[in-house]
Nanobody
Framework: QVQLVESGGGLVQAGGSLRLSCAASGRTLSNYAVGWFRQAPGKERELAAAINWAGTNTYYADSVKGRFIVSRNNAKNTVYLQLNSLKPEDTAVYYC?????????????WGQGTQVTVSS
């Protein structure tokens, strides 16, 4: 059974940083692309960042470009999202999800999410 578990969320002041982790069991993450999504109350879920299996391709939404960094350690079966220069509008539940390859449309497995709250 595949499980993705996010951790590292919390409450931080504007301008601060957090590092989120996405750890997998039942699946070797190195075989998959991983996306970090976020959903704020009353808003649609958006893809914030993504990384391919090797870490050689990344994607960032315009709203996070230059502030967030996605990375992975395949030896630890973990993907990270470094959140820097946080703004109150970054407040959301952050989810990681996997897809079979970089060009696949759909993500197949999802974690339960971790809350990030940024105070002004």
């Amino acid at each position: 059974q595949v499980q993705l578990v996010e951790s590292g969320g919390g409450l931080v002041q504007a301008g601060g940083s957090l590092r989120l982790s996405c750890a997998a069991s039942g699946r070797t993450l190195s075989n998959y692309a991983v996306g970090w999504f976020r959903q704020a109350p009353g808003k649609e879920r958006e893809l914030a960042a993504a990384i391919n299996w090797a870490g050689t391709n990344t994607y960032y939404a315009d709203s996070v470009k230059g502030r967030f960094i996605v990375s992975r350690n395949n030896a630890k079966n973990t993907v990270y999202l470094q959140l820097n220069s946080l703004k109150p509008e970054d407040t959301a539940v952050y989810y990681c999800a996997t897809k079979t390859n970089w060009y696949a449309k759909n993500y197949d497995y999802w974690g339960q999410g971790t809350q990030v709250t940024v105070s002004s």
